[in-house]
């Protein structure tokens, strides 16, 4: 697994909070060997390790929290293809039952639990968890895609893979079919994640949708770009004030805290928006060209990037 | 050469100790009380401390000393960005006595919390944390972790969200009463 890393195999990759264990090639390599991975795997895993580390992710928070959060692995840019470097694109693509996606996001699970502490017997405190939780790993489809690559999208380049990172809760399948009208399926999309309770609606972060092929082509041949169907959403993706005023993590709000954004007097008839900027809402192409289905991740924070490296 | 165990988790060799801050004597001078949770409720953090100053003002009441005791209240949310060397830094720069942190039934707040008295302990100033007894996982993660298994700390043992207003005063005693002796006791 280490390869041409023997020699250094204690160097200190990050140090994950909140137990600030030291992730080296080593340890590193030990727990991608539980989850199963091959070597070619490795340097996905690394990336995946420095992401969570950035300050920016909140990896203390994310795996302290008594809330299911706990960290989205998402693959894009083209690596070389060849038996082992299948990042299972298609079918069943957020399962974990093919490719090495799931093995990916299983070792940094095994990471987080074993080096920063992310075990129910230590820092991880979750009241229920979540499905998913052991693994949650899928590569975006650019042979299906309309778009360019996400990670271009995102400022790296196109020759670039990389692993991006986000602290997920629960996944809601949006199905829309039997139409080709972009109007119709944004309005089911925007109506079916407008909903109190989740992380979005009141820390606005990132919100991660994930487009069957179909559904990314009824938007793309009806001339929509991925940054009109963000601005669409942040438009049309919000609840009154006045709905969530109480609910949700809206029940924390008192005269000391308040989110800068918010006037929280009942009078209050403002529209919230499941996101403070049209750029939170994260597009990819995911899974086979049959069925119209979008996936929504909900969770809370930023993503974060880092190239995968060759060995 | 690592056992197998340390090759998977290091966490399991341990933890550097840190210092420890010296009680006070008795109480005197800034003693800052910060509610930094997310509530269950709006306010109740408010009310672990109204039962904390309570206590403070009663133990202090027969007290002959000259400095005398003034108490600062903070409200600062746990959640985001975590930058305690920061708010460590701006205590010792106000040459602040004690502080005492609050934490309800917010994991991330808890833990958030014990690190905070840590470091003030680090820096010289007696700290204890107030915390959800039904956290002791995460508890003692953190402070076998931050080097401080030592660290006295209240809790309470009901969870805030079966609580209501007029239940904290009486619910609230015994862990205000734990805060004043954890600060004033060797």
């Excluded at chain 1, 129910?120 to 693994?135: H, I, V, Y």
């Excluded at chain 1, 006037?263 to 069925?291: C, H, W």
Aim: negative net charge.
């Amino acid at each position: 697994m280490l390869g041409r890393k023997l020699g250094y195999e204690n160097e200190v990759i990050a140090t994950l909070p909140p137990s600030m264990g030291q992730a080296t090639w080593s340890n590193i390599a030990a727990n991608a060997v539980i989850a199963g991975c091959a070597p070619s795997d490795f340097m996905a895993v690394v990336a995946a390790v420095r992401a969570v580390a950035q300050p920016r992710f909140l990896l203390d928070q994310v795996i302290t929290t008594v809330h299911g959060l706990w960290p989205m692995v998402f693959l894009s840019g083209e690596p070389a293809l060849g038996p082992d470097r299948d990042w299972a694109r298609e079918g069943d693509a957020l399962s974990g039952s093919t490719g090495s996606a799931a093995r990916i996001a299983r070792a940094l699970s095994l990471v987080l639990r074993n080096i920063a502490g992310g075990s129910p017997e230590t820092f991880d405190a979750s009241t229920m968890g979540r499905p998913g939780k052991l693994m949650f790993g899928f590569a975006e489809n650019t042979t299906m895609s309309p778009w360019e690559p996400w990670q271009v999208r995102a400022g790296w380049a196109s020759g670039d893979c990389i692993a991006a990172t986000y602290a997920a809760d629960s996944t809601l399948c949006i199905a829309d079919m039997g139409h080709d009208d972009p109007d119709i399926l944004l309005s089911t999309i925007t109506d079916s994640i407008s909903i109190p309770g989740t992380y979005n609606a009141f820390f606005r972060k990132d919100l991660w949708l994930l487009m069957s092929p179909t559904h990314a082509w009824i938007f793309a041949e009806a001339g929509w770009s991925i940054a009109d169907i963000a601005q669409a959403i942040s438009e049309r993706a919000t609840q009154p004030y006045g709905r969530l005023r109480g609910r949700g993590l809206f029940g924390f709000i008192d005269t000391h805290q308040a989110p800068t954004w918010l006037r929280p007097e009942p009078g209050n008839t403002d529209l919230i928006s499941i996101v403070d900027d049209p750029r939170r809402v994260q597009i990819a192409v995911v899974g086979a060209p049959t069925g119209g289905y979008t996936t929504a991740v909900f969770g809370s924070g930023v993503t974060t990037t880092e190239k995968i490296e060759h060995e | 050469m690592n056992n197998h165990t340390d090759l998977i988790s290091p966490m399991a060799a341990g933890q550097s100790p840190r210092r420890s801050a010296p009680h006070l004597r008795e109480l005197f001078g800034e003693i800052v009380l910060s509610d930094s949770m997310l509530n269950i409720n709006a306010g109740w953090g408010a009310l672990i401390l109204d039962s904390i100053e309570a206590a403070i003002f009663e133990s202090i009441s027969g007290s002959t000393s000259p400095v005398g005791v003034s108490i600062t209240r903070i409200s600062r949310p746990q959640i985001g960005e975590h930058r305690p060397h920061e708010w460590i830094d701006h205590l010792v720069a106000d040459n602040v006595a004690a502080v005492v942190v609050t934490a309800g039934d917010c994991a991330t707040c808890t833990s958030r919390a014990l690190r905070e008295c840590i470091l003030a302990e680090e820096a010289g100033i007696p700290a204890t944390a107030v915390v959800p007894q039904g956290l002791s996982e995460i508890i003692h993660a953190t402070l076998r972790s931050w080097g401080r298994p030592d660290l006295r700390i209240a809790t309470f043992e009901t969870p805030l969200f079966a609580l209501k207003r007029d239940d904290f005063p009486e619910v609230m005693q015994s862990t205000a009463t734990a805060v004043i002796s954890i600060l004033t006791s060797p």
